[in-house]
């Protein structure tokens, strides 16, 4: 964990201006900054940056967040990278644990060494006839070979000597380049390859793809695990296609690399590729991050199935409502590089926009047969072992469904399927209600419009959370989740651990909490400068407003309790309120709230 007192130091250390500008032209508009939008396509600038909030805010597609935030959509890395890098760049030491700082300096040379070896390999590329006509012939040119480093691995034993004078170095077989047998003897894992070099979003090399030319067996070879390569947790292409991906708001995952690199030479540049297996739940994750929709494309053979098939699998416990998952098998026996190739680039655009499978249905058409069974051996639902069958093959599949209401959706398709009410098809696969989201409160009331009293307290508060000692949370109505909101700024404050200097820093602190949706929600519509004297009026205001109410819901309770008659305390009470309610006038709080 990093402290949170690190994070907001860091947050009040860098300029998020400087940050966002390190990847994106800002041009001066008024107090803020303003540019087209880097996460979705546009011609007119949506794209601000409060310098003074330290915060940034699309009006176009609503992305927002802090100096972090930003690092971690536009790079698309977790909170620990982001503020790893935004560390360095202000030369701030991140306090890990002893044993991650040992990992990251084991780490450093063996990058350098691998990034050596992407260099030596593309240097072969260029006295290699062979493997410079094997891309010619896929269509390869200069430039795309360029920008995905591909190289060539010559045909000897120890071709790697002339990079590595050190051969012996132990270095060399920890991050996967040279491999030693049981003899002792040393030698190049890749040899007479094509190379295709597997980046993180840092862009250091970290792996390697090699893949035969003529026929040879496997037809590719990956790096094994190292320290530096976990192949469930990588996948090729990604900091190529990243800009792609954010301006169509898509990504195709394909089975090789070639796909990849073949598809982008044609334009088609939102690709990736899993790495010689299934894509996992933790790509799927990443990528949703970066995309609303995934299409996975895959060849229609048998092995093609099997990875459709756990692709679905995998993205269940993914799933968010409002994001896409889709399956594309391509037609007849063509790869996606081949088909683009042979068809144009407006027939694939037409087979991903029209021609893939949404994820629901492919779920329900595969329960009608069991795993790894063709089509035509389905269940017959014609009877009622053929109907239990079917929930039996749906129950471990819908149990894992996190997305609320589109596995209500499935569930009601499986249910007319099996000839059974949703409920009953619930309580048989032990279906619990899910919540919105991992950290949404309860909520046992409607949420208030953003016109409400407590909404207008909460947007004043993120402003100026130190007045929250004013406020009084026991008039506030402690069920809404705004109110939830507002007691934990309270709290905070009270006890000193909520940062000034800020929205970026205030959205940090919330991070993972159930309110930083409803923060950032807020945050992202109050991008403007306020004046601080209406503010504090409107506050006010506000306060006033809430007792104005208590008092009548008080007036209104004793007034119905004066029919069976009032006690003198109560008579005196009710006097007191009325009292009250006069001298306040028929003003307060009225209107400005």
């Known amino acids: ?37 880097p996460f979705h396509s546009e011609k007119t600038p949506s794209f601000t940056v409060s310098p003074s909030k330290q915060f940034y ?15 971690m959509q536009h790079a698309g890395i977790g909170f620990i990278e982001a503020v790893e890098d935004l560390a360095s760049s202000v030369g701030l030491q991140v306090p890990h644990e002893e044993r991650n700082r ?35 012939r896929r269509g390869v040119s200069g430039e795309i070979a360029a920008k995905f480093g591909l190289g060539y691995a010559p045909d000897g034993w120890q071709g790697l000597e002339q990079a590595f004078p050190d051969y012996a170095d132990q270095a060399l077989v920890e991050c996967g380049l040279v491999i030693v047998n049981d003899q002792g003897r040393r030698y190049d894992r890749f040899r007479d390859r094509v190379m295709f070099p597997i980046l993180d979003q840092r862009g250091n090399v970290i792996g390697f793809g090699g893949r035969v030319i003529g026929e040879g067996e496997p037809k590719y070879l990956n790096s094994p695990e190292t320290p530096l390569f976990e192949k469930g947790r990588e996948l090729y292409g990604l900091p190529q296609a990243r800009k792609a991906i954010q301006e169509t708001n898509c990504v195709i995952v394909v089975e090789g690399y070639m796909d990849v690199v073949g598809l982008a030479q044609l334009g088609v540049e939102n690709v990736v590729a899993s790495l010689g297996t299934a894509t996992t ?11 609303g929709r995934i299409v996975f494309c895959f060849d229609r053979d048998s092995a093609g ?13 993914h799933l968010e409502d409002g994001k896409q998952i889709d399956i594309l098998q391509m037609p007849g026996n063509q790869d996606p590089d081949e088909y683009v190739r042979e068809h144009g680039r407006e027939a694939f655009d037409g087979l991903i926009t029209a021609g893939a499978t949404r994820l629901s249905e492919y779920l329900v058409r595969e ?20 109907r239990a069958q079917l929930v039996q093959e749906a129950k471990p599949l819908l149990q894992r469904i996190s997305a609320p209401i589109l596995r209500v959706q499935i569930t009601k398709a499986v249910a007319d399927l099996a000839r059974v009410s949703q409920a009953e098809l619930e309580a048989e696969c032990g279906l619990k209600p899910l919540t919105r989201g991992r950290h949404a409160p309860a909520q046992t009331k409607q949420r208030p419009a953003p016109s409400s009293v407590e909404h207008k307290l909460l947007e004043i508060l993120l402003h100026k959370p130190e007045w929250s000692a004013r ?22 404050i009270e006890h000193g651990e909520l940062p000034s200097g800020g929205f970026g820093l205030m959205l940090e602190f919330f991070r993972g909490t159930p309110h930083e949706a409803l923060i950032a929600e807020i945050v992202a519509s109050m991008v403007d400068e306020v004046d601080l004297g209406a503010l504090e009026a409107v506050f006010n205001d506000a306060i006033a407003h809430l007792r104005q109410v208590a008092i009548s819901l008080e007036i209104k309770r004793l007034s119905d309790r004066a029919k069976g008659g009032l006690s003198l305390e109560d ?12 001298s306040a006038g028929p003003s307060a709080g009225g209107g400005a709230v």
């Open 1 to 37: 964990m990093i402290p949170e007192s690190f994070v907001q130091e860091l947050l009040a250390r860098v300029d998020i201006v400087d940050v966002v500008e390190r990847y994106v032209p800002l041009r001066k508009a008024g107090a803020n900054y303003s540019a087209c939008c």
């Open 57 to 71: 805010h699309c009006f176009g597609c609503g992305a927002h967040g802090s100096a972090i935030g930003f690092m």
């Open 102 to 136: 040992a990992e990251r300096a084991k780490k450093a040379p063996l990058t350098e060494l691998m990034a050596r070896a992407m260099r030596f390999y593309r240097e072969q590329l260029k006295v290699s006839e062979k493997a410079v006509d094997y891309f010619k």
């Open 281 to 291: 739940g933790h790509n799927i994750h990443r990528l949703l991050k970066q995309a």
């Open 305 to 317: 199935d099997r990875a459709a098939r756990r692709a679905m699998e995998n993205s269940l416990e």
């Open 367 to 386: 329960v009608r047969k069991p795993v790894g069974a063709s089509i035509d051996q389905q269940f017959n639902l014609a009877t009622a072992e053929g």
């Open 471 to 492: 406020l009084p949370l026991n008039l506030i109505d402690p069920e809404l989740i705004e109110s939830a909101a507002l007691t934990a700024i309270a709290d905070a």
């Open 571 to 582: 008579r005196q009470r009710l006097t007191e309120l009325l009292a009250q309610k006069r």
